[in-house]
């Protein structure tokens, strides 16, 4: 059996792995088959991670935490969890091909997943010009008029990077002021190929094989119109990927891993949770990574604390035994 599994692969679970695996633990992080490296791989440049005074691109970023948690013994497997049990001594997780892994701890790290309208026609025309992820799509709307929706720096950042590939972006936002940081809002304003649609959300996505345009709706009027675009990139935000964990662990109003204060600790004894799954709020890397932390060291003191009982039972019971004779 393990002492530590940790279930995820962005900057929280990485860095959870380099400092329990310099605590001697040696963890096993099971990164996704498909998404491993979180969300920072569908990320162009990171101007804000502490110590890249010149940026770093999101996929190097996490290539460098994986670099650093397997130099210190961390097992990277690259899998999809598709269950857990937690409640016991023992956790268990199984996977989809490499079969099911017991520990005496366990670091949820699962991030968050994109979030999306909800139209009956996203579904039918993603990857038909319904993409979540310019750096993964951008390429194939060279010299194409699309529409990015949102008002984080998501869609900030989606919208400008478009720009590279795509003749105009629309930036589709249902308030007339960004939530998106000033740096963001500034760089987007100063890009000739934007222009924003204010006071507006997306009602309809047309085409019949691929987008066409999208049927808009004025949130003040109540007025319809339509935009001609061949592409949508929805930016709304995301949801924290609590699948796994219904029905086993708590969660918070915002649908989050509920922990115990500032701590990773969940409301059961050996589970810890870290990064974006606990946090609707902050959500950067580094809060990730600082989180991720955290969660290692509970973890580590967990495990600690665990030994100390197992070490000292035996002794107290032979000490026990002896005052009764
Ligand atoms: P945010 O939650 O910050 O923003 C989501 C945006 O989408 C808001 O403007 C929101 O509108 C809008 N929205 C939400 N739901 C809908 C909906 N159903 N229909 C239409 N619009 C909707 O998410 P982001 O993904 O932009 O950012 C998440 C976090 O990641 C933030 O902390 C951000 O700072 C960080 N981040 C940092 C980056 C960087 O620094 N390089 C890059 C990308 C993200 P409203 O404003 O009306 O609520």
């Keep these: 059996m393990r002492e530590i599994i940790i279930i995820g692969s962005g900057p929280a679970g990485f860095t959870a792995a380099i400092y329990a695996a310099r605590a001697g633990l040696k963890p096993l992080l099971l990164a996704s088959s498909v998404e491993a490296g979180g969300e920072l791989m569908n990320t162009t440049e990171v101007e804000n991670f502490p110590g890249f005074p010149e940026g770093i691109q999101g996929p190097a970023l996490m290539m460098k935490l994986q670099e650093q948690a397997e130099k210190f013994g961390t097992e990277v497997v690259l899998d999809d969890v598709t269950s857990v049990k937690l409640d016991g001594d023992v956790k268990v997780v199984e996977t989809g091909y490499s079969g099911t892994f017991e520990a005496r701890s366990v670091i949820f790290a699962t991030g968050s ?36 929706v949102g008002g984080g720096d998501s869609a900030m950042e989606e919208a400008t990077f478009l720009t590279r590939f795509a003749e105009k972006v629309y930036v589709v936002h249902r308030k007339d002021t960004l939530r998106a940081s000033k740096i ?6 100063l890009n000739d190929k934007i222009e924003f649609v204010w006071n507006s959300e997306v009602v309809g996505i047309n085409g019949e094989n691929a987008v066409e345009g999208l049927t808009l709706r004025d949130t003040r009027t109540g007025l319809q119109s339509e935009l001609p675009v061949q592409g949508l990139f929805v930016a709304i935000g995301n949801d924290p990927r609590v699948h796994l964990v ?80």
């Excluded at 963001?184 to 304003?189: P, Y």
């Excluded at 922990?259 to 409301?267: H, Q």
């Excluded at 580590?300 to 026990?320: G, I």
Aim: proline share 2%.
């Design 184 to 189: 963001m809002q500034d760089r987007a304003f």
């Design 246 to 325: 219904h029905n086993q662990l708590d969660l918070t109003a915002d649908g989050t891993i509920a922990v115990d204060g500032r701590s990773s600790r969940t409301n059961l004894p050996g589970v810890f949770a870290a990064g974006d799954v606990i946090d609707a709020h902050y959500r950067q890397a580094a809060t990730a990574a600082a989180s991720g932390t955290v969660a290692a060291l509970d973890a580590e003191e967990y495990l600690a604390a665990l030994d100390q009982v197992e070490h000292e039972s035996p002794a107290k019971l032979a000490a026990d035994l002896v005052a009764a004779e």
């Design 113 to 148: 997943a994109y979030r999306k309208l909800g139209l009956p026609d996203e579904e039918r025309l993603s990857g038909r010009g319904v993409s979540w992820c310019a750096t993964c799509d951008g390429f194939f709307f060279k010299t194409k008029t699309i529409a990015v």
